[in-house]
């Protein structure tokens, strides 16, 4: 399916507006009350979906952008919630989800439920991945049927946020930005927002609040990470799924200002007076053709300066976490951009980083990248997946088990027929959504056993706080028991497609302790 066909489908699926419901003319069956309205779903078998639920009092448009997302307000009104609303303003070249409509009136969420009775299910809420910079709920591989018609017991919510220059542009230190204190992380803050409306609300839908589990990749599965970092976020939520994300995928206020100002230079904008009078439109061509990366920021507000220690701490120990990593991460990322765009990309990188590192730091990257096999790429390819995902992740797991919170580890291979691709970024995203059919990154459907097996996993972790499985459970009718990791033996889950087993970190080579571990103290984004 290219890129067309996509665009074509999420418009017949989803495209619509929702509308007031003013003659009472509507099935209340459909119908659950919240603070801010009642909203009205509509059922596909036995599962009633709710798309495009605002979660803010209003809208982060106008003299509201860059500012803090706003509380919802009573609401006796009845509306409409059939259909998705605006992805946010996002690099529509690099995320499924921000070829739909991208629109500054952003901040909605959308609800799966069966039709299984329960007033107390896990509730389950995905916050969509695209390097902080694009992606959103509209994503069909997010579409949560499948996902829910296999496993009624739970709810499952997706929720959209600012990206890029509108959700992460430092703006304080600008003449006129004494009143944006918060512009540099406001993605971050959008999904709090989120996770209070569903703590509130929830419940009307048969879900638990006090039994809430935030999953999410890629930058998805950073915001999950750096969550428990914002102050008063525990009451929301009391566990994570972390799949290819870290803490790590942050930046200093630094770099953060020296973005900006890059930024300004390029649309010869001074204030943010100047920015409020350009669009949506222009400041995202301007950052998207200038590479201008935004990213959460370490500003000691929000975030804490150094967000590995706040784990090691104790900052989430009374929360379980559940985080891993696939086998050849940056792989996904040769096969996107082309061999010909990646060196180009992977050049500048080096440039940029590597070149930068002392003699000796850099002897010992060199010495990794000649012990690679594979294709000419495949040493770069090796060393940025262990930079930027192997390593933060395997950290992330020794900081919580060392301030006595609870971690479980997994290690991801299956493999696309692609060479190229092989066992890339993201490419276990059909498998937990239930989406067998989307191959773009896959190459085919993985084992169905295999992946009923995992996603099991995952439902009894956001239910239990514990990912293994009794062989009553186990869809292939024998016991997964999934070990706590800890500092001595670093256990992990391998999830093989064939034979889902628990190994020693040391025996997958996960990470190489001895050459690539000290980037961790490198910003190599």
């Known amino acids: ?20 419901i003013t003659d009472g003319n509507y099935d209340q069956s459909l119908a659950v009350k919240c ?15 709710f798309r495009g639920i605002p979660y803010v009092g209003k809208q982060p448009v106008g003299d509201l952008r860059w500012k803090a997302p706003v509380d919802v307000v009573p609401d006796d009104g009845v509306y409409q919630a059939y259909y998705n609303a605006n992805s946010g303003y996002g ?15 952003c901040l909605y969420l959308n609800i799966w439920k069966s039709d299984e009775p329960s007033t107390k299910k896990p509730v389950m809420v995905w916050i969509h991945g695209g390097a902080f910079e694009s992606g959103g709920t509209i ?41 944006y204190q918060d512009s540099q992380n406001l993605g971050l803050l959008d999904q709090l927002k989120a996770l209070k409306w569903v703590h509130e609300n929830i419940a009307g839908f048969g879900g638990d609040p006090d039994n809430v589990t935030i999953f999410g990749e890629s930058a ?49 904008c001074k204030t943010v007076a100047d920015l409020l009078k350009v669009s949506g439109d222009k400041l995202l061509e301007a950052s998207a053709i200038n590479f201008v990366h935004q990213l959460p920021e370490r500003d000691g507000k929000y975030l804490p300066t150094d967000t590995f220690a706040a784990y090691a701490n104790g900052a989430a120990k009374d929360l379980e976490i559940l985080v891993g990593c696939n086998k050849d991460e940056m792989n996904f990322f040769v096969s996107s951009f082309g061999k010909e765009g990646w060196d180009k990309w992977i050049a ?47 950290q992330l797991s020794e900081c919580q088990t060392k301030a006595g919170g609870k971690a479980f580890t997994y290690y991801f291979t299956p493999e696309s027929p692609d060479p190229i691709m092989k066992c890339g ?6 498998v937990v959504f239930n989406h067998p059919e989307m191959t773009a990154d896959t190459g085919r459907a993985f084992d169905e056993t295999f992946c009923k097996t995992m996603r099991k996993m995952w439902i009894q972790f956001a239910k239990t706080g514990n990912p293994s499985l009794s062989a009553d459970i186990s869809p292939d009718g024998k016991a997964k028991e999934w070990p706590l990791y800890d500092t001595k033996e670093k256990p992990v889950m391998v999830l093989d497609e064939f034979d889902i087993h628990p190994a020693k970190e040391s025996d997958m080579k996960i990470v190489d302790w001895d050459r690539t571990y000290f980037l961790l103290k490198y910003n190599m984004l």
């Not at 290219?2 to 007031?20: A, L, T």
């Not at 690099?94 to 629109?103: A, I, M, N, T």
């Not at 012990?371 to 390819?381: A, I, L, M, R, T």
């Open 91 to 105: 690099n529509p070249s690099f995320e499924v989800g921000s070829l739909y409509y991208l629109d500054e009136d």
């Open 139 to 179: 994503d069909p591989m997010f579409d949560c049927i499948n996902l829910v018609k296999e496993n009624p017991e739970v709810i499952v919510v997706t929720i959209a946020y600012r990206l890029g220059v509108m959700g992460f542009l430092h703006l304080s230190h600008l003449s006129d930005g004494k009143d």
């Open 35 to 49: 603070m801010n309205g009642t909203f009205v779903g509509r059922k596909t078998d036995n599962i009633t979906v």
């Open 425 to 430: 970024h993201a490419i276990e995203l059909s």
């Open 220 to 268: 998805g599965a950073a915001s999950c990470t750096l969550q428990p970092l914002l102050p008063g976020s525990h009451q929301y939520f009391k566990r994570l799924i972390a799949e290819s994300g870290s803490v790590n995928q942050t930046r200093s206020p630094e770099e953060a200002i020296e973005c900006t100002n890059k930024l300004m230079d390029v649309l010869g």
């Open 348 to 394: 500048g990188r080096k440039q940029e980083k590597y070149a930068k590192l002392p003699a000796d730091e850099k002897a010992l990257v060199d010495s990794f990248m000649n012990d690679v096999q594979g294709d000419y790429f495949q040493p770069d390819s090796s060393l940025l997946s262990q930079s930027w995902f192997n390593v933060p992740i395997i």
């Open 1 to 20: 399916m290219d890129i067309n066909e996509i665009r074509e489908k999420m418009r017949e699926m989803y495209g619509g507006e929702n509308k007031p």
